[in-house]
């Protein structure tokens, strides 16, 4: 019996966020009405049923850097998070175009998080985009289904400067080491509809350390707008996290305009 618990233990200890006193509790019910323990021709089928709990039950879900793609995670009730992030774009060999800073504030609220965001630019070359604060991001997040590894959410948002709505919902599930972002959505003005979507996946090939890819695109009126990252994350201690990533953006297509970018930023959970 011991040897089997070890066994559980030692496959849940490869999972950061796992909460394994629950599933160490999950895997004796199962053993106990199975009657695993009494064959001893049954190795094979518990080792089965730990990487089955091990691989639908691995993660917790938080909104994270470097991803554009929204996840369904929420912060839970009394827990915030702050993200800051440092992005370049236009990356030549001795020039940038421009460089912006990140900020976000999330408001854990259980089932429903509240975010605010304010990107500020520190130098663009792009004709139209002034210096200082743009966009101000509000927006609310709310999870209508599933829990830990598994959910599905709404977010809705509205920047003060572009005067932009917007509505979307975000997948997010895991598969195994895994764990994959989906988000569709649409914006307006009121004057002029748009729509977005994104796809990422979070590798996770340590308990400290993920890889991530992800890809976002956005389209309103004639102008579609591409992105697509890759990079990583480490977690240092239990709620401080770190990620770097670097990709291309572009406009209609790769051929005629394409910027190289890169970000750095940390997250902290409160």
Known sequence: MEKLLRICNDLFKKSFFIDKNRYRFICLKILDKTNIIRNVYSMKIQLFLYLTIFVFFNHALYAYRPFATEDAGVAQLGENKIELGYEAAGIHTNSIDSNNFAFLIGIGLGKAELMIESPYCIKSNEEGKDKGLQDVGIAAKIRVAGKDDAGVALKTE??????????????????????????????????????????????????????????????????????????GTISIGENKFIDAAIGYSWVNSFNKVNDLIATVGCSFIL
């Open 158 to 231: 509205y920047t003060y400067r572009s005067d932009m709505y917007s509505l979307s919902t975000a997948v997010s599930y895991s598969f195994g080491w895994v764990l994959l972002h989906l988000q569709a959505g649409w914006m307006s003005n009121f004057k002029t509809d748009g729509f977005f979507g994104g796809l990422g996946f979070d590798f996770q090939v340590l308990d400290t350390a993920s890889l991530v890819i992800d890809s976002f695109t956005e389209h309103i009126q004639t102008m579609t707008c591409y992105q697509i990252l890759a990079g």
